[in-house]
């Protein structure tokens, strides 16, 4: 008999401290509704769901006749389940990690090195660039998400500094009147203007950075208990970094990196020295097998200041947001490609009124998850139809073809990562 080329996981959840907590956690709604034994803590943090063969975080195969117990263990006895492409690029590992995350308090205002860098980075300090890998990332709203994304188009900035006198004590005289007179200039200028106001700002005292913090923080609270709207400089959103990081220099950034409120569906692409930072809500992410991070504040982490200075793209632009492709082949179908070659993410929005589903076979080992709706799912390898609900997870070989059956005739919504190359 051929061994199953689809099969159910039992995903690895994570409980860093600024997931949302207990069942108000997309996280622990997606595992108590697949998992009926999984008991919900209230008064713990679910901040992701690791859909992969990371090893901190390998999923468990949910298939008895399958010997090896999780996801990267089978991968590696059955390389050809990742396609002979992917295979062979990405030396017989899946490429990439999805997951799920629910985001209560900020996480780091962050960028991620390109692979040049990378490589120079792990080789000089290993103990904060764990290897040598770049980690272009995807972020696709659950529920209205928020994060911060890219420069701020430079007359935004300008504006803050002229409305944050705080913000501008920080930058100071020579870089704020360099950046006003990059207006008119070539980009190589405004890039190199924006730089020096930002480098500037990384580089501030601490004690410095925590006095004008409070001073900002006191003349918005007394504002706003005036009556007085500051929405202008995002008064509510200082406010609230402000107590999740009190005194910490990322409070700032809102006001040099771009704000997004993704939609549920919406998506945006960090690729290679973006700066971001992921504010609040519930999204899936899709990455590549990596955990080299720069951070910037926001953080009680390590912070590395000049290398994050010396490696951001300093090119404004305010349309951040990644749109998807509709399919031409299945009209329920969005894809979501950026461009790298570690990972494409997959949109599904079926409606109720559909019987049966047919899951486009691909070139690529691929996770699809359930987040909404119920189906079983049926393959030529599989010899009894899997059940799939709210929360079900599955792992599907290259090239399978996999049918969905609807069990009940409500919308159907699945997210799936693969690598097409
Ligand atoms: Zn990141």
Redesign the pocket.
């Known amino acids: 008999m051929a061994a199953p080329q689809v099969f159910p996981l039992s995903c690895a959840v994570q409980h860093y401290a600024w997931g949302k907590m207990g069942s108000s956690s997309e996280v622990a709604q997606l595992l108590a509704s697949s998992d009926p034994a999984a008991a919900i803590s209230e008064d713990k943090p679910y901040a992701e769901l690791w859909m992969g063969s990371h090893p901190r975080g390998d999923a468990k195969i949910l298939d008895d006749r399958i010997s090896q117990k999780t996801l990267g263990q089978w991968i590696a006895e059955n390389q050809d389940c990742l396609g002979s492409k992917v295979k062979d690029m990405f030396h017989g590992k899946l490429p990439f990690l999805f997951k799920v995350l629910s985001v209560e308090t900020a996480l780091s205002i ?1 960028a ?1 090195p390109n692979k040049e860098l990378a490589e120079k980075l792990h080789l000089q300090a290993p103990q904060h660039y764990p290897d040598a890998n770049h ?1 272009p ?1 995807m972020a696709v709203a659950l529920t209205s998400f928020q994060g911060l994304c890219g420069f701020r188009p430079v007359e935004e900035i300008l504006t803050f500094l002229t409305k944050v006198p705080e913000f501008q004590f920080l930058i100071g005289d020579k870089a704020a009147t360099q950046l006003k007179q990059s207006m008119g200039g070539d980009s190589r200028s405004m890039a190199s203007a924006l730089q020096s106001c930002f480098s500037h700002l990384m580089k501030s005292e601490k004690k410095v950075v925590v006095e004008q913090l409070n001073l900002l923080v006191k003349r918005i609270s007394q504002q706003v208990a005036a009556g007085n709207n500051m929405e202008d400089i995002y008064g509510e959103l200082l406010l609230q970094l402000h107590q999740q990081y009190p005194g910490d220099i990322g409070c700032f950034a809102i006001y040099f990196l771009n704000l997004l409120t993704l939609k549920p569906g919406e998506a945006m692409f ?1 690729e290679a020295n973006v700066p ?1 930072a992921y504010l609040k809500g519930d999204c899936v992410e899709c990455m590549a097998c990596s955990d080299n ?1 720069v951070r910037a504040g926001l953080t009680p982490k390590f912070i590395d200041v000049p290398t994050l200075c010396e490696m951001l793209s300093y090119t404004p632009s305010k349309d951040r947001l990644f749109l998807p492709a509709r399919s031409q082949e299945d009209p329920y179908l969005y894809i979501y490609d950026p461009p790298v070659p570690d990972f494409t993410v997959m949109k599904m929005q079926v409606p109720g009124s559909v019987a049966e589903y047919n899951v486009l076979a691909v070139d690529s080992a691929s996770i699809l998850l359930v987040v909404q709706g119920r189906v079983t799912a049926s393959t030529p390898t599989a010899q009894t139809p899997i059940p799939l609900q709210r929360g079900g997870v599955l792992f599907i070989g290259a090239n399978e073809r996999v049918s969905l059956k609807l069990a009940v005739p409500s919308d159907l919504l699945l997210f799936r990562a693969c690598c097409l190359l």
């Open positions: 962050q991620h980690k990332e960090l971001h991070t």
